[in-house]
């Protein structure tokens, strides 16, 4: 059975994903786990630290399997896509995960966002960096990083703008979106690698 704590943060979650920090109060999450407010207190002890627990219960585990994916084995190149693969098909499936991360980004909370990066998402960071180096030596890994991060999430972001652009019909745009109308993970990473081969010397 699940327990309260685990509700608590899975409702928070979502809540914070749709709303943002700032929209949600801690009332707004005791309400919806049909709980006191005091009751909630007893689990976390002020909306900070449950909103710090919940992008870590999102983002922790995800960012493990990324780093797993970067150091496991097989060719670089090989090891680069799947883990753009990996990172799609986490967006599209969560998108709690998504939301937050794109509220964390217009937010721009610092404190928030320098334990995202340094708590949360170093490990995986420095795994990819050192995966691009392998790739390309000379490469500016920081720059690649957020080209890279940026290629995949824009098209999550564009989504609800693309079904209305004149070519929504077109074979094109149903290669674009899969039948549930969310975009799709393997034609997000043919695109982006598409892109990167050429830069990284490297073929298909």
């Not at 794109?102 to 928030?112: A, H, I, M, N, T």
């Not at 999550?156 to 799709?184: C, G, T, V, W, Y």
Request: aromatic share 8%; proline share 4%.
């Amino acid at each position: 059975m699940t327990d309260t704590r685990t509700t608590v943060l899975k409702v928070a979650t979502k809540l914070f994903s749709k709303k943002g920090y700032d929209g949600v109060s801690m009332r707004n999450i005791a309400n919806e786990v049909k709980i006191s407010a005091p009751a909630l207190y007893n689990h976390f002890s002020d909306k900070q630290s449950l909103y710090l627990t919940a992008i870590a219960e999102t983002f922790e585990n995800k960012s493990s399997q990324i780093l797993q994916m970067v150091k496991g084995s097989g060719k670089p190149i090989k090891r680069l896509e799947n883990m753009i693969h990996l990172h799609c098909t986490l967006m599209h499936d969560d998108p709690d995960f998504r939301r937050l991360m794109q509220r964390e980004l217009v937010d721009g909370d610092e404190k928030r966002l320098a334990y995202m990066a340094q708590e949360v998402f170093a490990p995986a960071i420095t795994g990819i960096k050192e995966l691009l180096k392998e790739l390309k030596p000379d490469c500016d890994a920081n720059s690649l990083i957020v080209t890279i991060i940026g290629m995949m999430h824009k098209h999550f972001e564009l989504e609800p703008l693309m079904r209305f652009f004149e070519d929504a019909e077109s074979d094109q745009a149903d290669s674009f979106q899969n039948k549930s109308s969310q975009i799709n993970p393997d034609y997000i990473t043919n695109q982006v690698m598409d892109v990167l081969l050429p830069f990284l010397g490297e073929k298909k």
